[in-house]
């Protein structure tokens, strides 16, 4: 059985979201900054980018997922990364309104679980089979994933930004054991991996 793992990016006073998420702005107000090193360092973060999408299934809120909030209607949505997301392997969403899976290219199926953190996982182990599981936020999932003690390794990636306020990583999550176990860095960015001794 593989690690769960986190990889989510963070403001030095420990937003991953910036205030005001909406559409237009889907990370809120000036969080965009917090992953300027993907796009604008990719060759000296490689190793890194890959690890974040290696995982056998993924498991994410549905914030992260996309704008549309309360039942789904009729809408359409299929996530903010076009026709074919970077996951390529199943995406369990969290969600209190039922939904059909959704197929896109390359691999990746969205499907909607809404009856908790724990079926989620059970769905994305199945799913993931001897591969690791990732949870790939927003700040209330991976919240709520640390706190029931369902992450074997988290890794922050922290930029040098402050945000003020958004969504604040490590709320209500009790006195986690993080050990330290790998730091890399470059002008964008600070990776720090910790394992989680349980």
Known sequence: MGLVTCDIGISVDGFVAGPNQRLEEPLGDGAERLHRWMFEQPEANAEVIEKITAAGAFIMGRNMF?????????????????EEP?????????????????????????????????AAMRRAREAAGDQDIAV??????????????LIDELRLHIAPVVLGAGERLFADVGDLPLEPVAVSHTDLVAHVTYRLNR
């Open 66 to 82: 996309g704008p549309v909030r309360g039942t789904w209607g009729d809408s359409d949505w299929t996530g903010w990364w076009g």
């Open 86 to 118: 970077p996951y390529h392997a199943p995406v369990f969403v969290l969600t209190h309104h039922p939904r059909e899976s959704v197929t896109m290219k390359g691999g990746t199926t969205f499907h909607f679980v809404t009856d908790g953190i724990e």
């Open 136 to 149: 790939a936020g927003g700040a209330q999932t991976v919240n709520q994933y640390l706190a029931a003690g």
